[in-house]
């Protein structure tokens, strides 16, 4: 049996009082508690399928199961209310790891009569308020393994319990999920390696993050999309072979009588497309397992044969699927601001336009013609050297915020390179890929982990305009942000027809 890892947090600490102070009072209001026992309430089969199902799959049934040193949150609520602690749990040898665990109550002394709330999975910055509705809940950065694979879902099934109170020194929290389980058989077309799948609805029903209340055991949508993705762990799949997918899905927004028609889309590492609609459509409530299926197609796509795409950015920029590698199309290169070629010294010693007196200074303030944006017929090396000339432009910072906000953005690797795969939202086949390819800051690369790509426009703000814009990235965080334009960085061009 595959065991799905689950964490809790528990506190029973009482407000504004250490656990030595408790320890130093009385104690006969404390319950002595050997062992408090937590249960979990199994998955429910969807709505009038015949199979019940109790995190591993097998048989049409989704199996729970502890496993030892899990951590859950447990907390006091009334009558005196206190702050979380993080609690492991035991697997003793009349545990199973499956449902049912326990864990020593003693220690931290359980109040005979207080009342109890728990979650998972633990999350230790949580400042809980008055009314316990800060537990964040995130369903982004699922990956799947491998075909058939569930044991990421262990992480991303969020839990609660309801307040359970002392009586007799017994103490069983009862946890039930939140997010509904959606198994996915989509049968692919032909043998690729994929790396994502991606779901997608006309109206933004997927509940992406959130905040739980954990007292009542529901949720506040944070942000809501229109589409739900799953990393893939570039596994492969043969011609018409059935692959299994597993998803954490919040209760969506479409109320209770209406089923979403949902697209599934899976790219492969080489960025091809393949898309179906998912079979009787879409509704997710908490607790239940639902099952789906879809006959996969290769999507074509206007782009694909072009070195530019259209990622819906909105303001109709094209981007080019390639840096701007004019020397060698294998080795990066970087390039200065304002630099036509790339150079062994990145320093403002070796920057042919720093000079010092900064009114000599191409492109500075002040000076004659106050441009802070590169000229493309002198300056700007993707419209000076890419083929087709005059046709290429270094994007502006404008450009790239667009990016960042309107595109999906997605951390992976590609020909042994990590960096991030930039898609359009809507029609997942049309993507771009960036490299992390470092910094060049004299006659070193650093941060080897991150991307720098110029925008063609200076950062005005900079003393005397010495800082340009450029897109940043490591995994995990991405904007544009502006460097000192003597440093080397990447270029990524647009297409202007």
């Known amino acids: 049996m595959k065991k799905v890892l689950y964490a809790f947090a528990a506190s029973a600490m009482l407000a504004g009082c250490s656990l030595d102070e408790l320890q130093s009072q009385d104690n006969s209001s404390f319950a002595k508690i050997d062992k408090v026992n937590v249960v979990v309430e199994p998955f429910k089969a969807e709505e009038g399928a015949s199979t019940r199902t109790l995190l591993s799959y097998s048989n049409s049934q989704m199996i729970f199961s502890w496993s030892q040193n899990d951590e859950i949150g447990v907390f ?3 009558p005196t209310v206190g702050t979380q602690v993080q609690q492991t749990l035991d697997l003793g040898e009349s545990e199973d790891g499956g449902l049912n665990a326990s864990f020593n109550g003693g220690a931290w002394l359980l109040k005979e009569n207080n009342t109890y709330c728990a979650y998972y999975p633990f999350c230790g910055d949580m400042k809980l308020n008055e009314s316990y509705t800060e537990i964040p809940m995130d369903m982004e950065g699922q990956v799947q393994t491998a075909n058939a694979n569930s044991t990421h879902l262990g992480a991303f099934d969020f839990m609660y319990s309801l307040p359970t109170k002392v009586e007799n020194a017994q103490v069983d929290l009862h946890f039930s999920h939140i997010p509904g389980i959606l198994v996915l058989d989509l049968t692919m077309p032909e043998a690729a390696t994929l790396t994502k799948l991606v779901l997608t609805a006309q109206n933004p029903i997927f509940v992406t993050k959130a905040k739980m209340n954990a007292k009542e055991g529901t949720f506040v949508a944070t942000e809501t999309s229109t589409s739900i993705s799953l990393g893939l762990g570039n596994f492969n799949s043969s011609a018409n072979q059935v692959m299994r997918f597993f998803i954490s899905v919040l209760p969506t927004t479409n109320g209770e009588s209406l089923k979403e028609p949902v697209d599934a ?3 492969s590492t080489i960025g091809l497309c393949y ?6 459509g879409l509704r997710i409530k908490k607790g239940y397992v639902y099952s789906r299926s879809a006959t996969l197609v290769r999507v074509a796509d206007e782009y694909d044969d072009k070195d530019y795409v259209d990622l819906g950015t909105g303001d109709g920029t094209l981007w080019g699927r390639n840096n701007v590698d004019v020397y060698d ?3 990066p290169e970087f390039y200065a601001w304002f630099d036509i070629a790339p150079k062994d010294d990145y320093s403002w010693d070796n920057y042919e336009t720093y000079m010092e007196d900064e009114n000599d200074c191409s492109y500075c303030s002040p000076n004659s013609d106050n441009q802070s944006v590169l000229n493309p017929g002198t300056d700007d090396v993707a419209y000076l050297m890419m083929d087709p000339e005059n046709h290429w432009y270094i994007p502006t910072s404008e450009q790239w915020q667009k990016l960042v906000e309107e595109c999906t953005w997605t951390w992976t690797t590609m020909s042994g390179k ?13 993507w771009i890929f960036l490299p992390a390819n470092g910094l060049m800051v004299g006659t070193s690369k650093t941060e080897t982990s991150a991307g720098y790509y110029w925008a063609s426009n200076l950062d005005t703000k900079s003393t005397n305009w010495l800082n340009g814009y450029c897109l940043k990235f490591v995994e995990g965080k991405y904007g544009v942000t502006s460097i000192e334009r003597c440093n080397g960085a990447s270029v990524r061009p647009i297409y202007v027809p």
């Open 265 to 267: 889309n899976v790219i």
């Open 76 to 78: 006091p609520i009334e």
């Open 418 to 430: 990590s960096g991030y795969m930039v898609s359009h939202k809507k029609i997942p086949a049309r």
């Open 275 to 280: 898309a179906g609609s998912l079979n009787d």
């Open 329 to 331: 199309d294998v080795t």
